[in-house]
Structure formats: C-alpha cells, structure tokens
C-alpha cells in the first residue's frame, strides 16, 4: 500500500479539476487576446475562472491577476512594490520562517540596496505582531507575512499584521499559498493589500496560481510584453491552467470545513498514536493555531533523510522541510528559527495530509513508522546516547 502524506509539496489534481480542464487543450484551445470566437469562448473561461478564484479570497474578480504560481505571486508582490515606490522608501519586513519565494526575493532585494527586517518567531513558530510594530521605520514600505506556514502548519496572526500595516499606511502582502483550501480567506478581514495562492496546492494543476492586487496598491510589472492581466502580467494566458485554478478553487471552497474537519481527526490520531508509540517524538510549532493538515515531528536521533527513504521503500511518502528545498543539505530554516538544533531539525519529518488520505492509509502510516524509527535509530551510533540522556 503506497501511503502518499505530502500534500504540503504537491496535490494530486481532482479529477473534477482534469475533467473541467480538458476541453482547453483541444476544441477550446483559442488565444484569450483573440477577437474571434475561439478566443471569446477562451476569454469566458478565463473570466469565469477569475470569478472563482475572487470568491474563494473574498474579493471581485478585476482584483485578480494569474500567475505562474505561488513563487511568481509572491516575487510580483515584493519586487513590484518596490519598484512603484521608486526606491524612495527602502525597508521591508518579514519573518524568519517564510517560504523561499519570499525570503530569497528579500535577498535579492538586499543586493539592490533594499533593508529587509526578518522579524524572528518563537518555539511555537508564531510571528509577535508587536515585533511587526517594533521593526516599523519611517522608510518601511512592505510588510510581508505568511499565512499558514508550509513546514510547520502555524497560522499567523495576519490580520492583526493587516491591520498595524494600515495605520501605518504601508502595503501589506500575504502568502496564503498553504492556507488556501484550509482556512477561509478574506482579503479584507486579513488586511491584505496583495496575497498569493498557487493552484496545486489545492488539487488544481501545476504552474498557475494567482495574485490578488487591492485597488490603487502601487504596483509595477516585473515582466513586459502584451497588455495582459492589467498591464501586471503581460503573456498568452495559460488557459487550461487557469480553468483548473478556477475548478479547484470553486472546490476548495465548497468543501472547506468539512474536508478540514475530516483531515484534523485523521492528522490527530497520526499524531497521537506516534507520540504514544514511539519514545523521544516531539511536535513542532503550536499544535492549536495550526492548519488541519500538518505535522511535522522531531524524531530524536534519527537522521530525517535515512528516515524519509527508509519510509519511501516501505511506501509511504512524507518530507524533511520544504519539498522546494530538498536536495539542500542545510537544515531547515523554519525549524532552527523556531529554535531546534541543526541535528534535532535535520531529524525531523513533516506529514502533511490531504482531501484523498483515508483513515486505512493512516493506520498503515501508524503501523509502520515506529518500525522504521526503531530501524534506522538502531544504526545510527549517536542514537543510544542522546535517547539516554
Ligand atoms: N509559498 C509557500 C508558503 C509555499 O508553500 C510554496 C510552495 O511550496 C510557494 C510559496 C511556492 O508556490 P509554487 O510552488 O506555486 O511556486
């Protein structure tokens, strides 16, 4: 039985998604730009689509702007912002414990002079909104924070950040690439002038996802060519992929409670019966303000990558840290940041459930990790000494 409990890296695309966008590959394969037919059938699907993905963040669908994905959202909202404000205002703030698209554009930033304050979390991996306020300057233009968080599931106190970015009158973005389809969005209730969502993270396809853009937030384009998207993303529509992100959003959102519910309980006993079941686990981050879906254990002295494979061979799929990320040998930011040790985060494994995980998978799951722990601590030489201490 393969066990797949990575739903944070990937999603597979629903069948009701594949279903919805298969036509667009085929008889309705027209230019959206088009004037003809083929291209107005295109352009309703495209708009259709922008309804949905404008219901499911709360807000009208001239609001929003596709994407290739949550890593494109994401450099849009930083890098434009910057760009509309003319360097005049020179400081960003964000957190620790963002995702790569956003910290590695913050590093970028830095490079063209930018001053980011990566603003740090504690052991329960949840952003003080009072450190927000205390990094606030003059000069601060972006404030940028995450929803859930992808490695450890924490939910950040966004709308509070939304609502210190107000009175202080400067922009705020939102990464709400792993909240989407998880928790309810309101752009106005989270404050959010910009927030980012991708497409397979909620069982739509790979390679589109969305920016949604407050009206008169100063943004410049990153990219330049044809007048698409509002002048903010100019490029040939990806229609398919657009009508995939607008199925699976409609989907996310007529599901949402239910399928979180659903996925809590299962996410709890694999939690419970590992934590009973197997000596010196530890939970990561806050287990109450978390998303349904995540956890992500400390396993003590048990190599998180000897641990992943050994799982691999034995079927089930889970992940060290950022699936965008593997294949780096350095530990995991989020997990030193929220304080782990570089060798409690590197034996660290993250479970991430999802809409077709079935409570047979997760007793298979139960059944065999602690057999595997005990395996690959039985080779491991540091493994009886720490478990000792
Ligand atoms: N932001 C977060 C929080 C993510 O988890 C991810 C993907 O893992 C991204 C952004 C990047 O999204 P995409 O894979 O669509 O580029």
Do not use: W
Request: proline fraction near 4%; aromatic fraction near 4%; hydrophobic fraction near 40%.
């Amino acid at each position: 039985m393969s066990v797949y409990l990575d739903y944070n890296a990937t999603t597979p695309v629903d069948p009701r998604v594949v279903e919805t966008m298969l036509p667009y590959f085929s008889e309705g394969f027209g230019n959206a730009s088009s004037i003809h037919s083929a291209g107005q059938h295109a352009r309703a699907a495209v708009d259709a689509a922008r309804e949905s993905v404008a219901r499911l963040v709360g807000t009208t669908p001239g609001e929003i702007v596709f994407t290739s994905g949550g890593t494109e959202a994401d450099n849009l909202a930083l890098l434009g912002t910057i760009a509309a404000s003319g360097q005049t205002r020179k400081h960003v703030i964000t957190t620790a414990i963002e995702h790569h698209a956003v910290l590695n554009t913050c590093q970028a930033l830095e490079k063209q002079g930018i001053e980011v304050s990566y603003v740090r979390v504690g052991s329960e991996g949840i952003v003080d909104p009072d450190d927000v306020r205390r990094a606030l300057r003059p000069q601060t233009i972006l404030i940028s924070v995450m929803h859930a968080n992808n490695e450890i599931g924490t939910i950040q106190p966004v709308e509070e950040i939304g609502r210190i970015a107000a009175e202080a009158d400067i922009c705020f973005h939102c990464d709400a690439v792993q909240s989407t389809g998880k928790l309810r969005l309101d752009v106005n209730r989270l404050g959010a002038d910009l927030l980012s969502i991708s497409a397979h993270k909620i069982y739509g396809p790979k390679g589109v996802g969305a920016l949604y853009v407050r009206p008169r937030t100063p943004l410049e384009p990153q990219s330049f060519g044809g007048h698409h998207e509002r002048d903010l993303r100019p490029g040939t529509e990806n229609v398919p992929g657009i009508v995939g992100l607008g199925k699976a959003a409609d989907l996310a959102l007529a599901h949402l409670e239910a399928e979180a519910d659903r996925i809590a309980s299962l996410r709890n006993r694999l939690e419970e019966s590992l934590l009973d079941s197997v000596s010196d686990v530890r939970v990561n981050g806050d287990k109450i303000h978390r998303v349904s879906n995540t956890t992500n254990l400390t396993f003590a002295a048990a190599g998180g990558e000897a641990l992943l494979i050994a799982l691999d061979l034995e079927g089930i799929a889970c992940s060290t840290g950022a699936a965008c990320s593997s294949g780096a040998v350095e530990p995991s930011h989020v997990l030193t940041a929220i304080g782990l040790s570089d060798d409690e985060a590197r034996s660290s494994l993250r479970f991430s459930l999802g809409r077709s995980t079935t409570a047979a998978e997760i007793d298979e799951a139960i059944r065999v990790i602690p057999r595997v722990v005990e395996r690959i601590r039985a080779f491991s030489p540091r493994a009886a000494t720490i478990i000792a201490r």
